[in-house]
């Protein structure tokens, strides 16, 4: 199977958005049938937005103190991306060989997910920042913060 990558025109058609995919459709004759599974393609400038929130948030936040075995723990940005993605509802479940139950952040590769279910997580990430670190913020508030920070990328 071929990945190929189509605009929609203002007719309703879709046409090749690259040179790849228009080569690709070139090597078929004109009629030619295909069956396809349409989703949207990621936008970079969307991942590159999620960050910024999340990196936000992660500056933002101020944990409480732990120490494990006499060792400070420290705030970890892997980490705080993966519980924020959790808190947001989207993870996965595994039993563990003791019994347990372990959840695992989805992963948001464009492999792995597609652009409507990463609005969606998007916005259920921003709800648990609010809920939890952004308290005294509306979901304005940090969207101009998050836009204001890519100005400066």
Do not use: C
């Amino acid at each position: 199977m071929t990945d190929i990558y189509l605009t929609k025109t203002p007719t309703g058609a879709l046409v090749p958005a690259d040179s790849d995919s228009a080569d690709y459709l070139k090597k078929h004759k004109v009629g030619q049938g295909f069956k396809a599974k349409i989703t949207r393609a990621r936008n970079v400038m969307f991942l590159r937005k999620f960050f910024a929130l999340l990196n936000y948030g992660f500056d933002t936040w101020k944990p409480l103190e732990a120490v494990y075995h006499g060792q400070i723990a420290e705030k970890n940005f892997k980490q705080f991306r993966e519980d924020i993605t959790i808190l947001a509802g989207y993870f996965e479940t595994f039993v563990r060989m003791d019994g347990s139950v372990q959840l695992r952040a989805k992963s948001i590769s464009f492999a792995n997910m597609d652009e409507d279910e990463f609005e969606s997580l998007y916005s259920a990430v921003i709800d648990v920042l609010l809920k939890r670190i952004f308290i005294n913020q509306t979901r304005g508030d940090v969207e101009n913060v998050v836009n204001n920070i890519l100005a400066f990328s």
